[in-house]
């Protein structure tokens, strides 16, 4: 039995270097929050040199010299472990992921069961170097060990520089130079252990076992065996994925979309046959394609990522296909594609009685698709159902996905529903010009024309925002008027006695700019 | 003309942004002839906008705000529209017509506020407004008031019932429909209905701006408090906020033209105020009868009180020119007292000193009390007015309209806590309660709310928060710029920028009413007809609206029943020193000239010693080198602003020393300045000079002190300058002196310290001193178990005793109880000694319930072992056991048992193996682990008890030290003046006090004693961090050794002594 730890220290730090070669070799800190509450959240070796700590501000930090920052990137980070993964996998199948040091970040350790690999990679000492090379070569500056077993392998790795292989038997010599740090046992257990003038694994792992175990419990006994290095535990293997993928690397690139959508369609077949033997279906798509890079040399993968959210969950290939099909139109690749992978988040199917009296609504597949095709003529993100929001601020609303009303929902929101006089926005408003007597709108002139004003309400003020740097102050009027633009009327009706329209405006002076706007009109 | 009916302050506790001062400061500006103040729930801003409102003769009318349950909730945004409004009770703004209304008003606020199990949620029942309706108005109200909830809930037929409702209640010539304006369209819906509704029930209209703040950019201020009352951000506050800025005070103009189609509503506001006759002038508050004997009146019973007095406190004195003069005092005293009606005043106080002598509570009055030979006489003060001729006029004057202060000095705790418990029981729930402490927002407050408001994170605030307001002394650096900028805050950014400004300006406002520590009002009647009383935080006590200076200045007496550690040590000392010395001891007869206390004092060895203690008061107590019990006064007294800022201090000093003449400004001070070498020094004396060369009565003299106290105007002040002078012209006295005698006067009134008050003072320092001397070990004892008190750590204070020679033993499970307690020791001369045990008390996080378990067991049998303690006590949780053994008190539980070996044995007790092993013996267990070095030792002392008995940190690197030529700081005193040295030591004191300009002084202890060390501005600009972080400094410095030894610092470095972590007393 061996195993192999990859450790990666200052994990955040180096994400975000090894995507920027720019930064390769300089003092480098990363950022989390937003600004003015931005604090560092990582930095590198030579960044902590310069007397940079973490959660200073960026002010102080700043004043410890000139230090490249970045801002912290979940993504980078993510891919960084993927990239830890693949390199882990490059050796062996049976990987365990390591614990996470703090709550918001990921873990930075990597343990392989290298069981049995001497036969294929060399010595073991020749499969810590190419892990540290694989992972240099990803932009990882790493620490590796190998031990007998997974905790003495990520012990040595977290607490030697460099590559660390630790002879069979020699486990708690070499371990017990090591300051309790590394072996990182719960807190309690850490603070216990000070109290006892006891520091390093060497001085944990000589206290007698029976007494450790009174005082400290079997967990207590477990973290002693982990300073003597000789705790074996099997291995967690990484957990069954909550997402089913699949993935074809192409033969050679692919550029037209016909030739990708058949390829789709052999792994969307493979994912819902898969998902089916489970009765399960896919609430959530996402395609990465790999994209051939405009520099065959470089290693960074270029990946072109598209995710599709099901309003309900599907188990058709067919219409996951052309939800795709229309996706990839509205946003194709920028390159010939040379890797598909897919991911499924899994969910049960949708099981609902449709009510006998009730109206038919559209069947959602068919309704999503044609959502889909709208948003791929007015664009990403304009398609949705708005919302008004908590906000004193004019025009202030959000846009929520659309979803079909349940329609029990609608029966009971209809309940309260009473005749309201209708504001139609003019978005964005139409600037005006308006004439004031007494301070009050008399005449509005709107493209050269002149209005006049037949009655009026207001004005009605709001101010606010004053703590943000969009600040908004305007005092609205309601007018009457004649119209701005005739209504559309059948040619028979125009044969009547015309007669001049009016029409209730809504326009407003903006308080900041001085600007007259007609922001709407009552239906 | 228009008059503003509905004005919120800031005293709505976050529901208003501007102080009653500010809103009449508008008023005044628009020429408007009244205003009312409706806060919420309360009167709590009357006074403050009476007061002002006198000042610029504007009529100040009363009202409040009052939840009322069973009229519906507040209306709240339309189904519709997302919103976060909690449901609460609608208000009916009530306006005060006459007394009666006000005592009404009062009445039912305190009836539902007595009744709220949490701040602020009270509110009162239909049937309770009805019972209180009589002498009020009541207006339908704003976006609060039963109109707007009624119209927005079930429309206009509910909303005429509900104004129906109303004029059940209040009578139809007592409603007003109220109308406000604010430019919001769905206000201006509710105003057309309320027009209609007026006109069809045939009730008048009333124009009010439901007022929030006095200027329109304070809307921010209010919408800050409306985030932080709703704990929210102000981006995710939404229509919580105010939709504009138009809740300011509006001039009449304005009004009259915002409301040009319903001039009538205008009008009303006029006639309304006209029907207000109530101010806060007619408040009808009567101090309680004391119960006298048939055949007495509260006067002659006062008299033989007082004659009894005097022959009992001057009879002994054997002095009968001073017996006789007394009498005359005394008499001169009564018939003042007889003449003002304030006998009664007298009696209770009296009786409260009375029940506490009965009930052996250490109690002394102080204060300008003291200055009444009737208040010698009753036994309420301790000092001898008469005979240090102390000034009557100060406590009392015929001239002056208010009632004179008696404080009561009190132990601490609970012997406070049972005299304020008799003043309830006395005179009844609704006839005493505590004065409220009005909790405004101070630097720390407003960083840390207005930063949340803002959305800042928890760990940069509290980051910001230590860093504001550490110190007294506010230098130019000592801004929000700074402090921002310190704490690593971008100021360039806007919103730094504003968070900035908003700190500065909610600075001062109130934030919620506390309970003030000790003063309690006292009424005849009932005091909730006075005021509005509610429950404070502590069970069992009610608190009323007004602050002690809000109740002062509405001519509502006050006794303030002070808390004072001190004294608590000294009623301790009073009880351990005949235990363990073998004799009594009386306070009243310790020999008042003792040359050890004396000689003590002019060493300056004063640690703990009451008032004299202080880093300040240590440096001159060498040049004022006092002899007698009134050096010891002056002692007190000249460490003060006061004298500081008077640039009286130095003068003293120098006459005191010899280094300069005494002379007078004119020969008639001589009498009152030679106590003081002719350097005024207490506010008796600024008093005197005024009578005597100016020839002003007491009263006028008493008069000019105040107007130049704290809240100073320029007009009276000249007034009283032309009074002076002109007083001064007519003895006779030259220009040039009139100047010289007026600077003195107008510099010094400000910050003038009574001598009473500092006589009372040095009575108390100079028992204390007395018991350090002579009782060290019980002094040491008591101050120990008095903590937190005083300059000093606990660490500080048990070194400063063992340096003295008393042996100090630390806590021990075996013998300590949870007082730190006397044991008998047998000394280096083989004598024995008393020597103090450490209590368990100061083991952290140990219990009280868990330390009466052990004590219960030990008396019953010691305990055998560590597993035996665990097992007997089972109220001992694990954590308390680690500590335990980690102070060291389990050591004496085995043998060759070190704390190791404790902590060892601990882990396996504290996992107790289960019934069924419990019968087996246990094995005598040798533990694996090392001993403490003597650096862990010192860790674990100061991290389980914040003390270590054992060496001083700095005795370990004593050798390096010296090596490196580092004195000690009992060898400085045997340095010259000027001297280049170094010294090294624990900090213990970092001030920076108001008056030193900026000049940082700190106290560094090591092994021998403390050096004093300063710092001038511009080095502690240079190494901030170094002085405000370190635990142990290295100085290198010049000394200074002019009768007070200290080191003017060049350099500061840190040094590594040990990781304990030793605490210090800073920049307080």
Known sequence: MAFACIFVPDFPAQAAVRLDTGLHGKPVMIYQGAPPQAKVFAVNSAARAMGVELGMTRLQAEACGAIEWRWRSASQEATAQAALLDCAWTISPKIELGSKREENSLPDTVVLDIAGCEKLFGSLEKIAFDLKRVTADVGLETQVAIAENPDAAICAARGFVGVTVIPEGRESIILGELLLASLAPPAEFLETLHRWGVHTCAEFAALPEIAVIERLGQEGKRWQQRARGGDQRPLLPREFPSEFEECMDLDFPVDLLESLLFVL??????????????????????????????????????????????????????????????????????????????????????????????????????????????????????????????????????????????????????????????????????????????????????????????AFAGPFRTKGGWWSESPWARDEWDVLMPALRPKFESPFAMQEKKKEETALYRIYLDLRSSGWFVEGVYD | MYVELHCRSAFSFLEGASLPEDLIAVAAKYAMPAIALLDRDGVYGAPRFHGAAEKCRIRAHMGAEVSVVDLGSQARPPFWQPNQFPERPVRLPLLVKTRTGYQNLCRLITKYKLREKEKGTGAATLEEVSEHADGLVCLTGGEEGILAASLAQEGYEKARQSLEKLVQLFGRRNVYVELQRHFDPLEEQRNQAAVRLAESLQLPLLATNGVRYAHAEHREIQDVFTCIRNHCQLETAGRLLERNDERHLRSPVEMARLFADLPEAIASTTELSAQLEFTLADLGYEFPRYPVPPGETMDSFLKKRAEEGVRARYGPKGDEQLHQKAERQVQRELQLIEKLKLAGYFLIVWDMVRFCREQGILVQGRGSAANSAVCYALGITAVDPVGMELLFERFLSEERDEWPDIDLDLPSGDQREKAIQYVYQRYGERGAAMTANVITYRGRSAAREVGKVLGFDVETLDRLSSLVGQFEFRGAEDNWENYFAHAGFDLHHFLIRKYLELCDRIQDLPRHLGQHSGGMVICQGQLDSVVPLEPATMPERVVVQWDKDDCAEMGIVKVDLLGLGMMAVLEECLELIPRHYGHPIDLAQIPADDTVVYKTLRRADTVGMFQVESRAQMASLPRNAPEKFYDLVVQVAIIRPGPIVGKMMHPYMRRRQGQEAVKYAHPSLEPILKRTLGVPLFQEQLLRMAMVAANFTGGEAEDLRRAMGFKRSEARMKEIEIKLRNGMKRNGIEPLVQEEIITQITSFARYGFPESHAASFALIAYASAYLKCHYLAAFTAALLNNQPMGFYSPATIVKDAQRHGLRVKPIDILQSDWLCTMERTVDRGGNEAPCLRVGLRYVRGLRERAVEAILRERRREAFSGIADLARRVPELLKTELVSLSEAGALNSLGTAVHRRTALWQVERAARPAGPLLDAIPEEPETSPLQKMTNEERLVADFHTSGMTTGPHPMTYCRKNLTAMKIERACDLKQLGDGTFTRVAGCVIARQRPGTAKGFVFLSLEDETGIANIIIHPDLYEKCRLIVNREKFLHVEGVLQNQGTISIKAVRVMPVEITAAETESHDYH
């Open chain 1, 265 to 454: 369609n052999r792994l969307l077949d493979q994912l819902c046959l898969r998902l089916k033997m489970h009765v399960l279906a896919i609430c959530e798509l996402k395609v990465t394609l790999t994209l051939q890079p405009n520099d065959p040399r470089g290693k960074e993968p270029v990946l072109h990522v598209r995710t599709l959210r099901l309003p309900v969950p599907a188990k058709e290939s067919k219409f996951l296909l052309k939800l795709l099909q229309l996706d990839l139109q509205a946003h194709p690749p920028g390159a010939p594609v040379t890797k598909v992978h897919i991911a499924a988040v899994p969910a049960r199917f949708r099981t609902r009685q449709l009510g006998l009296f009730l109206p038919l609504s559209p069947e959602p597949e068919a309704l999503e698709i044609t959502l889909a095709r709208i948003e791929r003529e007015v664009g990403e993100g304009r398609v949705g159902v708005p919302a008004l929001v908590d906000s004193h601020r004019p025009g202030a609303f959000q846009q929520n996905r659309f979803v079909l009303r349940e329609a029990t929902a609608a029966a009971g929101a209809a309940r309260k529903s009473t005749i309201r006089t209708a504001l139609r926005i003019f978005r964005p408003p139409l600037p005006v010009l308006v004439e004031l007597r007494k301070k009050r709108p008399v005449a509005m002139i709107w493209e050269g024309k002149r209005k006049t004003v037949l």
